[in-house]
């Protein structure tokens, strides 16, 4: 993983430059999203979804309450779920985060396989944030429990649960097949 | 190049050439501005066209979406039914959003209201469209391929996206899209293909862009900017009808990134809350300065005293205990006289429902980018029509000139009929002078949702020797959605089970309140829970079986052919189902209970039973079974999950969901104090039964109504609680 303080980072095409009056930390602080280091100069209590949005226009993950009730705005840092809508900058600062949209390598993460073999979404407003969330369960444990399961606190208003309880099941399958 | 058909049919079909040689099958719409069909889809001479079906000279084909996916699926579903009649094979086929547009004359929405399955108000019509659009390109490849071979047309046939000849000679459509473009449409629509033909209706198919979701690709509302665009947020006035006192923006204009603070413009042509409005080069920027806006608010009526949930409760039961000032709303035989006289078994019961919001996981919100002659509009709209409506009323623009573009929508439940966010979004804009990106937070959502109605119901009746329903009385005291007709959608003439008890009256008291509610499928839950409940409880009474006891009623020799507007043997038959699949026979030990519940609702018919147990503070929903009729599927895939998502909806609202008012404000917030079922507290196993029908198609997402009753007659089985309030959970653990 490149190491952000010593990459020289490009500012992404889209990024806005109307931060001029933003209050600015002593010095830019760096990031590492999906493998590839960006500065944040605006302000460091701006949470990491906002920079991930309105920055990087990276909008797979998505607002849905701002407060960490609802996980729509999952991503992993340094490989942990954490919900973006409440994690500051200055606290994102020096790690790696991934979003739903580095999830994949070079081909479709087994769980987004096992997402869409299933069908699990309904709007899909929530999918990406239960995707990382599930790709995190599974890592953490390739067999889950329904006691596993139960600890997956993302929300979503469509009731899609019986569905991602049959794709986590057949995530675990690809899993398995994958290590053979 | 095109060629109109006659003067009905011309003003929806139009067939074209591209540049690069596809034919296109569309429906003529007016020339509005589109930029936003997608460029695949235009050839160089069709700037003015909304696209359904475009056939590639190297055989892909391409149907357009024509409606705004909202989690119904009808980003899959409708192109389904294009493609069915087309005949073309489903994985050649490749799906793109449309903008809104309307067609030529008649301002009838090409991109309109429609549910899951395509059901749209008219019911199957909007099917019948589609479908022939697609049985129109296929007519025209069939007559091109006739012209090929020299061969009459009714000797070819059609499958998998070729045309064959009787000697087994084949055409690609791709190959004969250049002749088809040159060949007048039908004059009639060609005859649809009959059920036993198809190949994609009925058969399970997965959401269309589901890689695009599983990616984080797929762009919803949110996800659209616009380079100079704000994003503004709006500091809305908590009381209903209330109105601004005075406010300082001295401390947000000076949160780095806020660009203007404004007060909503008042318009007539858009009742909308008094607001401050907070505009800002981004989203954190804008909700920093709203945090820091210092408003004063004043209620409508100063000397009222300020609306409360406890008081309506109080007003409730004093209206139903005076039983003054109510609507007949239905009066058979001598029930008011049966109401109080003695009988084997008598039963009196109130149930009370809160507010409900819609708490879609996407908060609304809309781009717009306004000029002197022209509108772009980017939001997930369940009202297209509608919205065009009101742009065009707010700008004095033609509604040809205002560009609709239909992202994905993370939700709606009926919120997104109400275009006031577009309103919003369009007052900001004009009145700054500047493209807006209005954005809902969540709190906003809460907090200015049109809400379900509240309720009190007071059931009353009495069994005869036969332990028959004799007399049966339905008083409901509720806040009215409608002035004129103040039980529309709350009580109900014609539902279950009225027409099935001879003595029987339904009487309406109107609560009313400044609260903005909405109407929708949540109306027959809120009706279902009261009915279903207490057909339960007269069961208990007179120790008979719930299952049984709803039987003996629906398949009485004097029952009403139709219930609630569907043939009553239907719900009979879903209910036989249900319990046949939940082991209802089976008695349940180790403290499980069963309990179960049906209704029909909009020429569907549904039924829910559940198996749960209750142990310490913890509710366990072991099993939940659903039957639905919901007519043809279209696809099945889609329709079980909306089945299996509107019981978890019934299941969640039931639980745990209320609004409720305190000092004229609503009191919730976010997702802390109006929680959402999680995955963990969901059914462990879940059965979806979708019994065979011909019945026109409806909308799977219905099937929330008897799920709350279900549920609370499981739990009354499994505890001898019975819970006659909602939220269940709140008043389970009072009770226990």
Redesign the interface.
């Known amino acids: 993983m490149p190491n952000p303080t010593e990459t020289p980072a490009t500012p992404p095409a889209?990024a806005?430059i109307?931060?001029a009056?933003?209050?600015r930390p002593a010095a830019p602080l760096p990031i590492d999203i999906n493998g590839k280091p960006y500065f944040h100069d605006?302000?460091p209590a701006?949470?990491l979804l906002?920079f991930l949005?309105?920055?990087l226009?990276?909008?797979?993950?998505?607002?849905?309450?701002?407060?960490g009730?609802?996980g729509?705005c999952m991503v992993l840092v340094d490989g942990k779920p954490v919900r973006a809508c409440t994690l500051p900058m200055k606290d994102a600062a020096r790690h790696a985060v991934t979003?739903?949209?580095g999830?994949?390598g070079d081909t479709?993460h087994p769980v987004?396989q096992a997402?869409?073999?299933i069908?699990a979404?309904?709007?899909?407003?929530?999918?990406?944030g239960q995707?990382i969330a599930a790709a995190d369960l599974l890592k953490r444990k390739p067999k889950p429990s329904?006691d596993d399961?139960?600890?997956?606190?993302?929300?979503?208003?469509?009731?899609?649960?019986?569905?991602?309880?049959r794709a986590i099941a057949r995530a675990a399958e690809l899993l398995q097949d994958a290590k053979k | 190049m095109s060629a109109p058909i006659d003067r009905g049919r011309r003003r929806f079909i139009q067939v074209s050439l591209t540049a690069a040689g596809a034919l296109l099958v569309a429906p003529r719409l007016r020339a509005a501005p589109m930029p936003t069909v997608p460029p695949e889809l235009l050839g160089d001479d069709l700037t003015a066209v909304g696209p359904f079906v475009r056939i590639e000279r190297d055989n892909r084909i391409v149907i357009g979406a024509p409606a705004c996916?909202?989690?119904q699926?009808v980003f899959t579903d409708l192109p389904m039914l294009v493609a069915e009649e087309l005949d073309v094979d489903w994985s050649q086929v490749r799906v793109v959003q449309l903008p809104y547009g309307y067609a030529d004359g008649d301002g009838d929405g090409a991109a309109s209201v429609y549910g899951a399955q395509g059901v749209d108000a008219s019911g199957a019509a909007s099917q019948k469209h589609l479908r022939e659009a697609g049985a129109i390109a296929r007519w025209l490849l069939v007559q091109a391929a006739a012209q090929e071979w020299k061969l009459p047309a009714e000797q070819l046939r059609t499958q998998a996206g070729d045309v064959l000849a009787p000697d087994g000679r084949k055409l690609s459509y791709g190959a004969l899209a250049r002749t088809a473009a040159t060949i007048a449409p039908p004059d009639k629509a060609p005859a649809l293909k009959k059920p036993d033909a198809y190949a994609i209706i009925g058969k399970p198919t997965?959401?269309a862009d589901?890689?695009e979701?599983?990616?984080?690709?797929?762009?919803?509302g949110?996800?659209a900017?616009a380079a100079n665009a704000l994003?503004a947020v709006i500091a809305r006035c908590p009381f209903a009808g209330g109105t601004l006192a005075s406010f300082d923006d001295g401390k947000a204009r000076k949160v780095?990134?806020v660009v203007d603070v404004i007060e909503l413009p008042k318009n007539a042509d858009a009742a909308l809350p008094a607001g401050v409005a907070v505009l800002a080069?981004?989203?954190?920027?804008a909700?920093?300065g709203r945090d820091a806006l210092v408003v004063e608010w004043k209620p409508a009526d100063a000397n009222a005293e300020p609306e409360s949930s406890a008081a309506l409760v109080g007003r409730a039961h004093t209206v139903l205990d005076s039983g003054e000032g109510g609507i007949k709303v239905r009066n058979d035989g001598e029930a008011e006289k049966l109401r109080k006289q003695p009988a084997r078994h008598r039963l009196e019961a109130r149930y009370e429902l809160p507010f409900l919001a819609h708490?879609?996981?996407?908060?609304l919100g809309a781009l717009i980018d306004l000029k002197q002659d022209g509108a772009r509009l980017v939001a997930p709209l369940q009202d297209p029509d509608g919205a065009s409506r009101l742009v065009a009323k707010l700008t004095g623009l033609q509604r040809t000139d205002i560009a609709i573009e239909l992202p994905?929508?993370?939700?709606s439940?009926g919120r997104r009929l109400d275009n006031d966010y577009v309103a919003e979004a369009v007052v900001i804009a004009k009145a700054a002078g500047k493209p807006i990106k209005l954005m809902w937070?969540?709190?906003d959502d809460l907090q200015h949702d049109r809400y379900r109605p509240f309720g009190v119901h007071a059931l009353a009746a009495s069994l005869d020797a036969r332990n028959r329903v004799a007399s049966w009385s339905h008083r409901c005291a509720a806040t009215p959605l409608d002035a004129k007709t103040p039980n529309a959608g709350l009580l109900d003439a014609s539902e279950f089970p009225a027409g099935h008890v001879a003595h029987l009256e339904q009487t309406f008291f109107a609560l009313p309140t400044r609260l903005p509610l909405a109407s929708g499928a949540w109306l027959d839950a809120f009706r279902a829970f009261a009915v279903e409940s207490f057909i339960d409880e007269l069961a208990v009474v007179s120790k008979q079986d719930a299952l049984k006891l709803r039987l003996a009623m629906l398949e009485d020799a004097h029952a009403p052919a139709t219930t609630g507007g569907v043939e009553t043997a239907r719900l009979a038959h879903v209910l036989r189902e249900c319990a046949a699949r939940i082991d209802w026979a089976t008695p349940r030990s180790n403290g499980h209970g069963l309990g179960i519940a049906c209704h029909a609702v909009a020429g569907g018919c549904f039924a829910h039973a559940f198996e749960v147990s209750v142990e310490g503070r913890q509710l366990q929903i072991h099993r939940a079974v659903c039957v639905a009729d919901i007519g043809r599927v279209t696809n099945p895939?889609n329709a079980e999950?909306?089945i299996?998502?509107?019981?978890?909806?019934g299941i969640?609202a039931a639980l745990y969901q209320a609004i409720t008012l305190k000092d004229g404000r609503v009191q919730q917030h976010?997702?802390?104090d109006y929680p959402?079922?999680?995955?963990?507290a969901?059914?462990?196993a879940?059965q979806v039964q979708i019994v065979e029908s011909n019945a026109d198609p409806i909308d799977p997402a219905l099937a929330s109504a008897s799920a709350a009753p279900a549920l609370a007659n499981a739990v009354y089985a499994a505890t001898t609680v019975r819970v006659r309030k909602l939220p269940l959970m709140a008043e389970l653990m009072r009770m226990l």
């Open positions: 889209s806005p109307a931060h009056n933003a209050p605006g302000d701006m949470p906002w949005r309105d920055t226009r990276l909008t797979g993950a998505k607002y849905g309450c701002g407060n009730q609802c729509a979003t739903i949209e999830l994949e479709l987004q997402w869409i073999e069908d979404m309904q709007c899909g407003y929530c999918q990406s995707i329904e399961i139960a600890t997956i606190a993302n929300l979503c208003r469509c009731g899609s649960y019986p569905r991602i309880r | 996916e909202i989690g699926g997965r959401t589901a890689r979701i599983a990616t984080g690709h797929r762009l919803y949110i996800d900017y994003v780095a990134g080069e981004h989203t954190w920027a909700l920093q708490a879609m996981l996407e908060p994905r929508g993370g939700g439940f937070t969540r709190e895939l999950a909306q299996a998502g509107a019981m978890l909806d969640s976010g997702f802390q959402l079922l999680r995955i963990g969901s059914p462990r879940t």
